[in-house]
């Protein structure tokens, strides 16, 4: 079974411009999750898709956003992009909302804003 | 809000020394714990959990055992190789969802190095 999928694996903007990021779950899993990995904060919460509603949102501005649609792939959209947005964006997928399965992540999309 | 604290480190060892990473919790109800290991270049990978309290994760020759009683989840191996060089992060998921966010809380990771 394919793992997740994410894409692209590196992009490299200049503030003020927006992104999206794709993110292509496990077949079967209808759940998604979107992390933010930096040097400074660490791994932190985004957002979390389930039947094509957002359901869970971490403490990121507004212009933070994302969807899901009906085959489960996610994309997160990161607008008006800033310094600060320069990050590892990591997607994770599993089979429900059930807290207790198991979350599996892709490789992640490296971000360079200059 | 939600916490985890772990040792950041870089932690050096030497192969088929003893490993204990600390981690210990500070949340709600009763969240799950996991711990997942980040290889260089990679996304993150889960190598053990538990859901409840005395729950005994393992996994590859790691261990964790979660307990409510010190909030802790400290993982231990053995045995360690050259080949577990890795970050390892701890992390919870909540038990209830308030209707905030209920992503998974990890910790800032612990940066292992073992020495042939």
């Known amino acids: 079974k394919a793992g997740v999928t994410q894409t692209p694996r590196y992009l490299i903007k200049t503030r003020g411009q927006q992104v999206t990021l794709s993110c292509s779950p496990i077949s079967g899993h209808r759940s998604v999750s979107w992390y933010q990995q930096t040097p400074g904060q660490g791994l932190q919460f985004l957002f979390e898709?389930?039947?094509?509603?957002?359901?869970n949102k971490g403490n990121f501005p507004g212009r933070f956003s994302g969807r899901q649609f009906s085959n489960s792939r996610s994309e997160m959209n990161v607008s008006t992009l800033e310094l600060g947005d320069s990050a590892l964006y990591l997607c994770?997928?599993?089979?429900?909302?059930?807290?207790?399965?198991?979350?599996?992540f892709g490789p992640g999309t490296r971000l360079t804003v200059l | 809000g939600d916490s985890v604290t772990q040792m950041e480190g870089p932690v050096t060892l030497s192969e088929e020394a003893f490993l204990t990473i600390n981690c210990t919790y500070t949340a709600t109800g009763y969240p799950s714990l996991f711990w997942y290991v980040q290889y260089p270049g990679e996304g993150l990978q889960l190598l053990l959990k538990?859901?409840?309290?005395?729950d005994k994760g393992s996994n590859k020759g790691f261990e964790a055992t979660y307990r409510k009683e010190t909030t802790s989840f400290h993982l231990e191996k053995g045995s360690v190789q050259v080949s577990d060089s890795a970050v390892y992060f701890c992390?919870?998921?909540?038990?209830?969802?308030?209707?905030?966010?209920?992503?998974?809380?990890f910790g800032k990771g612990t940066h292992l190095i073992i020495q042939p």
């Open positions: 898709y389930f039947s094509e509603t957002q359901r």
């Open positions: 538990a859901t409840k309290a005395d």
């Open positions: 994770a997928s599993s089979l429900n909302r059930d807290r207790y399965n198991e979350q599996f």
């Open positions: 992390a919870l998921r909540p038990m209830y969802s308030g209707g905030g966010a209920d992503g998974l809380t």
